[in-house]
Antibody, heavy 119, light 107 residues
Framework: EVQLQESGPGLVKPSQSLSLTCSVTGYSITSNYWGWIRKFPGNKMEWMGYISYSGSTSYNPSLKSRISITRDTSKNQFFLQLNSVTTEDTATYYC?????????????WGQGTLVTVSS | DIQMTQSPASLSASLGETVTIECRASEDIYSNLAWYQQKPGNSPQLLIYDANSLADGVPSRFSGSGSGTQYSLKINSLQSEDVASYFCQQYNNYPNTFGAGTKLELK
């Protein structure tokens, strides 16, 4: 069974970088597409970007200058880095695996991790 | 970006009732639409993909329909475990965008 688990600091100071890890079990990240999504207070959801089975990436243009998604295939993990955060980046961050033939729908989600940006 | 307008924002229904949630896209998304259920404290769960395909393990009382810019999620014979928030996602264009969500409660 595919399982994803986000980890990282729950509190980040403004202007610093947010770094999260998604650890995947039950499926290799060298197959399919893997994404990051966030849910803001108030419940708006935002697609942030993905990394593919080959390591190629696609990002939301609204974040393009601040976001980086990378991976470590030896650990079956992929990562999110978001630079120059503000309080507007306070959200629950989810990693997810796309459906077969992706990128399309999100078939499997991590439990999510709340990141608060505050001084 | 494609705007997804979801309605209603909240819904109260009785056990056994049929409920319908709608998403309207700002342009044609060619059935590239998914529906998710999210219970408090849990991660989203895929219900429907490609507008009308039931995801594995999802009860058959859930169904999706629509085309073009108009899509709906129907829940037949509402059960207590269906109390949750529901939201749609379009994946026809980048960036993928989501509806604002519908909170479903029992009457």
């Amino acid at each position: 069974e595919v399982q994803l688990q986000e980890s990282g600091p729950g509190l980040v100071k403004p202007s610093q970088s947010l770094s999260l890890t998604c650890s995947v079990t039950g499926y290799s990240i060298t197959s399919n597409y893997w994404g990051w999504i966030r849910k803001f207070p108030g419940n708006k959801m935002e697609w942030m970007g993905y990394i593919s089975y080959s390591g190629s990436t696609s990002y939301n243009p609204s974040l393009k200058s601040r976001i980086s998604i990378t991976r470590d295939t030896s650990k079956n993990q992929f990562f999110l880095q978001l630079n120059s955060v503000t309080t507007e980046d306070t959200a629950t961050y989810y990693c997810a695996r796309y459906g077969y033939g992706g990128p399309n729908w999100f078939a499997y989600w991590g439990q999510g991790t709340l990141v608060t940006v505050s001084s | 970006d494609i705007q997804m307008t979801q309605s209603p924002a909240s819904l109260s229904a009785s056990l056994g009732e049929t409920v319908t949630i709608e998403c309207r896209a700002s342009e044609d998304i060619y059935s590239n639409l998914a529906w998710y259920q999210q219970k408090p404290g849990n991660s989203p769960q895929l219900l429907i993909y490609d507008a009308n395909s039931l995801a594995d393990g999802v009860p058959s009382r859930f169904s999706g329909s629509g085309s073009g810019t108009q899509y709906s999620l129907k829940i037949n014979s509402l059960q207590s475990e269906d109390v949750a928030s529901y939201f749609c996602q379009q994946y026809n264009n980048y960036p993928n965008t989501f509806g604002a969500g519908t909170k479903l409660e029992l009457k």
